[in-house]
């Protein structure tokens, strides 16, 4: 049996029960610039298996991980998504990203603007992509801290006019998916909800959500880490997904 603690592991939509139910908001069926960065993929909107970045033969697959072949290198995770509504009814889709490098010590330094590509986001239902974006740019915490008391951050840079940031050891930022990358007929709380699985009363994840999500991001840093632990570069890819295993009788 597989018990995930939806708050620990960031199931829970960010939209607070106090906050007014937004009004249906979404782009239209083409690729269109985004507010804040990043081009849509609204062109693809229905698309089944569609991804920015060409993704590797099972990195949208989900298994326990095997004490026997645990994670080593470079790994992306995702520490929260869901949906934030401000006071007028709107709102966006939030994503954590949890950066690790299990199995070593040495620093993974990533670019602030991802390799200049940003990261790119893919929601698909059964009926193919209901919402997408690439180029998105990622909020980095660290940097606002340093930006804010004029300190250097972690990768020695000086607020977020550092050209890298370091990732090492949990660190990571935000993505935010504007209404304007969801698809005609879809809107941002439906679609956050629809990333949560479904559990029992203990906690206990009973089948996949009705929404995949994958974030995709490549960085030249994550090849090269890669490569100096003896593992294939893979373009410097990372993926994350919310899918989880599911518990076995």
Same mark, same amino acid.
């Given at each position: 049996?597989?018990?995930?603690?939806?708050?620990?592991?960031? @199931?829970?939509?960010?939209? $607070?029960? $106090? !906050?007014?139910?937004?009004?249906?908001?979404?782009?239209?069926?083409?690729?269109?610039?985004?507010?804040?960065?990043?081009?849509?993929?609204?062109? #693809? /909107?229905?698309? %089944?298996?569609?991804?920015?970045?060409? *993704?590797?033969?099972?990195?949208?697959?989900?298994?326990?991980?095997?004490?026997?072949?645990?994670?080593?290198?470079? #790994?992306? !995770?995702?520490?929260?998504?869901?949906?934030?509504?401000?006071?007028? &009814?709107?709102?966006?889709?939030? +994503? &954590?990203?949890?950066?690790?490098?299990?199995?070593? %010590?040495?620093?993974?330094?990533?670019?602030?603007?991802?390799?200049?590509?940003?990261?790119?986001?893919? +929601?698909?239902?059964?009926?193919? *992509?209901?919402?997408?974006?690439?180029?998105?740019?990622?909020?980095?915490?660290?940097?606002?801290?340093?930006?804010?008391?004029?300190? $250097?951050?972690?990768?020695?840079?000086?607020?977020?006019? &550092?050209?890298?940031?370091?990732?090492?050891?949990?660190?990571?930022?935000?993505?935010?998916?504007?209404?304007?990358?969801? /698809?005609?007929?879809?809107?941002?709380?439906?679609?956050?909800?629809? @990333?949560?699985?479904?559990?029992?009363?203990?906690?206990?994840?009973?089948?996949?959500?009705?929404?995949?999500?994958?974030? $995709?991001?490549?960085?030249?840093?994550?090849?090269?880490?890669?490569?100096?632990?003896?593992?294939?570069?893979? &373009?410097?890819? *990372?993926?994350?997904?919310?899918?989880?295993?599911?518990?076995?009788?």
């Amino acid at each position: 049996m597989v018990v995930f603690g939806a708050f620990q592991t960031g @199931l829970i939509p960010r939209s $607070s029960p $106090s !906050s007014p139910a937004p009004a249906p908001a979404s782009g239209p069926a083409e690729a269109v610039s985004l507010p804040g960065g990043g081009t849509s993929d609204g062109d #693809q /909107c229905g698309t %089944k298996g569609y991804h920015h970045f060409p *993704l590797p033969a099972g990195a949208t697959a989900v298994e326990p991980q095997s004490a026997a072949s645990p994670a080593f290198g470079p #790994q992306l !995770s995702l520490s929260h998504y869901g949906y934030a509504a401000d006071p007028e &009814g709107e709102g966006d889709i939030v +994503i &954590g990203l949890r950066f690790t490098t299990p199995g070593t %010590k040495k620093p993974l330094q990533v670019s602030r603007t991802l390799g200049g590509e940003g990261a790119a986001v893919e +929601i698909e239902g059964p009926d193919g *992509l209901v919402a997408g974006a690439h180029g998105l740019p990622v909020i980095w915490p660290s940097a606002a801290r340093a930006s804010a008391s004029g300190a $250097s951050d972690a990768s020695g840079a000086s607020g977020a006019s &550092g050209a890298s940031v370091d990732v090492s050891d949990g660190g990571g930022g935000e993505i935010v998916v504007p209404a304007e990358a969801l /698809c005609p007929g879809h809107d941002g709380d439906s679609v956050a909800k629809s @990333l949560v699985p479904p559990a029992d009363s203990t906690g206990t994840v009973t089948g996949p959500p009705p929404y995949r999500l994958v974030v $995709s991001l490549r960085d030249p840093a994550v090849g090269t880490l890669r490569t100096t632990l003896g593992l294939p570069a893979g &373009g410097g890819l *990372l993926s994350a997904v919310n899918l989880v295993p599911v518990a076995r009788s």
